[in-house]
């Protein structure tokens, strides 16, 4: 069973930033449409942003756009989650999901979480002062 394993979260102020990492071992990363979620306590998992596989478009939900940056390394079998300026409703576990199927993101109204084939355990990201 393939595991993908994300990084970087922490305990952070508000107005600090994180890079978030996302590592695929065992796959062609390159093949994969890359997904970060998040479930914050008491909500559902929410799409955040995506990186397509098939060219280099890339997705983010109206909240985070101008202040998350997504990115991959397809050498390194890794993505990326930049994210600045975090809020306290940014608090959450990050998830990343790979899919194979749907190769190119869309829009994040487009993203379905069902659709992805790997995910990782989540990082926990808190943001408080």
């Known amino acids: 069973q393939v595991q993908f394993v994300e990084s970087g979260g922490g305990l952070v102020q508000p107005g600090s930033s994180l890079r978030l990492s996302c590592t695929g ?3 062609t990363f390159g093949d994969y449409a890359i997904g970060w979620f998040r479930r914050a306590p008491g909500k559902e998992r929410e799409v955040v942003s995506c990186t397509s ?3 280099s478009s890339t997705a983010y939900i109206d909240s985070v756009k101008d202040r998350f940056t997504i990115s991959r390394d397809n050498a390194k079998r890794t993505a990326y989650l930049q994210m ?3 809020r306290p409703d940014d608090t959450a576990v990050y998830y990343c ?3 194979l199927m749907r190769r190119r993101c869309g829009s994040a109204a487009q993203i379905r979480a069902y659709e992805y084939d790997y ?3 989540g990082t926990r990201v808190t943001v408080s002062s």
């Open 53 to 55: 596989a098939s060219d």
């Open 119 to 121: 995910w990782g355990q």
């Open 97 to 99: 999901g790979a899919n």
């Open 25 to 27: 071992p065992g796959v």
């Open 84 to 86: 600045t300026n975090l």
